[in-house]
Nanobody, 125 residues
């Protein structure tokens, strides 16, 4: 499967964005999907994950309550809704996939073996 992330941009503090991760080549319904981000000068960090069926989700503590991960397997797309954006949300956001036969999801980014190219979110104050 190939992944294409989009939806980033330059927004003001407090704004909202919806990022999309579109899969091609294979159905994303067989994959657990994660969003992660990398801020300038920092390591990539886990943001959120969703199981293949969408019934289970997990979030980093820093984004819980502001970010929502969801998926539409009919559209082969996973979304990340980001609300109340802050300057420390500025980063390149990546989606990644891991083929799984169960409803598992993973916080460890090394568990994911397919990555999209990233989309830049810049929050200005």
């Amino acid at each position: 499967v190939q992944l294409q992330a989009s939806g980033g941009g330059l927004v003001q503090n407090g704004a909202s964005l919806r990022l999309s991760c579109v899969g091609s080549g294979r159905s994303l319904s067989n994959y657990a999907i994660a969003w992660s981000r990398q801020a300038p000068g920092k390591e990539r960090e886990f943001v959120a994950a969703i199981s293949r069926g969408g019934t289970r989700t997990d979030y980093a503590v820093s984004v819980k309550g502001r970010f929502t991960i969801s998926r539409d397997n009919a559209k082969n797309t996973v979304y990340l809704q980001i609300n109340s954006l802050r300057s420390d949300d500025t980063a390149v956001y990546y989606c990644s996939a891991r083929n799984t036969v169960t409803g598992a999801l993973y916080r460890n980014l090394h568990e994911y073996d397919t990555w999209g190219q990233g989309t830049l979110v810049t929050v200005s104050s």
